[in-house]
């Protein structure tokens, strides 16, 4: 990794944090240069304009959302254990460990879905990618036995967000002290639903 | 009701549709005041501040809100059929039949869950006020028979919330076809949990 590679990723970084507490919108190359007292010719050197330097930094965070989220979760058997490590990794990055405004991807949700264009595409192709991944860790968990096996691993995947959304809602807006209390509630329900159940048939 | 407080509602109708559109942060007197072709001078006598304004276009949008949802649902008979009267009605509301932007809460909610002061305090106690009423019309529930006595009618509110954000996700950002039957599915979830199971025991 060039030199020219490594300044572009610790901009992304800063960018990352500043979009997820100002919003995708309010970040712009001028702003960014304010930030990082760097000079607005050198960013538009990284970042053509402001569409893609908003692009670049879903991107980024996309990358971030991996390594924090879903690489670690991959260690857990698979199955249940892997989507419970999932979700609470989910957890961890929406309470804003890895970003202070929390998570960008929820803001930028709300701030894009009237909107069209490639910052909207790009938004919409990651969280495409997650939901499916989601899905995918539900079918693991029906080849393991966890998971009945007429499951829809694809609504799972859409109530797991939900949990997630409400989960924010409860904690950022509502400042709800039992928010992870109620996700974590509302997850195991949904886990009850999902489960081959051995005790009726013995 | 005078001539004054006539216009006033008139111009809050149209402020919490174009709230709901471009966002309440970026609902200004200047801004309204280009789209009605009213003087600044005089929506300034009616609103004292952009902070005012705002407070006041969700406090408008909240009685659209209990004329579109609430109210309509109340006539279902309690218990069940009420909480399904609301959920639909909280449907139509969500897909934008009242508001051209779609939810303003929603909106609003991530806009504003980093802020502090009055256009987020309205919105916190709007906001309560509704899970407090859905977590009514579930103990309503429980006493007509409909629901399990040992109900966390908090949780199922909270929960519900959840289903509808995950709908906006899906409907508005994803543009999923599907939007409508995953919300609908996820809600029967909640309704099979939640109520008194009668075959087990007979």
């Given at each position: 990794m060039g030199k020219g590679e490594l300044t572009r990723r610790s901009i992304l970084d800063h960018a990352v944090g500043l979009a997820s507490q100002i919003g995708l919108e309010g970040l712009s190359i001028g702003r960014l240069s304010e930030e990082l007292e760097l000079s607005k010719s050198g960013l538009f050197a990284h970042f053509k304009s402001k569409e893609a330097l908003q692009v670049d930094v879903l991107r980024h965070a996309a990358l971030r959302f991996v390594e924090a989220v879903v690489r670690p979760a991959?260690?857990?058997?698979?199955g249940e254990p892997r989507l419970r490590a999932l979700f609470e990794r989910w957890l961890d990055w929406a309470r804003g460990r890895a970003l202070p405004g929390g998570c960008l991807f929820v803001a930028a949700a709300t701030e894009l879905d009237d909107k069209t264009g490639p910052v909207r595409d790009q938004l919409v192709r990651s969280q495409r990618e997650w939901l499916e991944f989601i899905a995918g860790a539900v079918r693991l968990g029906v080849d393991e036995g966890?998971?009945?096996?007429?499951?829809d691993a694809v609504q799972l995947a859409h109530d797991l967000y939900g949990v997630m959304l409400a989960w924010n809602h409860a904690a950022r807006?509502?400042?709800?002290?039992k928010a992870d209390r109620r996700a974590r509630a509302a997850f195991e329900n949904l886990l009850v639903a999902a489960r081959v159940r051995r005790r009726r048939t013995a």
């Open positions: 991959l260690k857990a058997p698979r966890h998971f009945r096996r007429d499951i807006l509502m400042r709800d002290p």
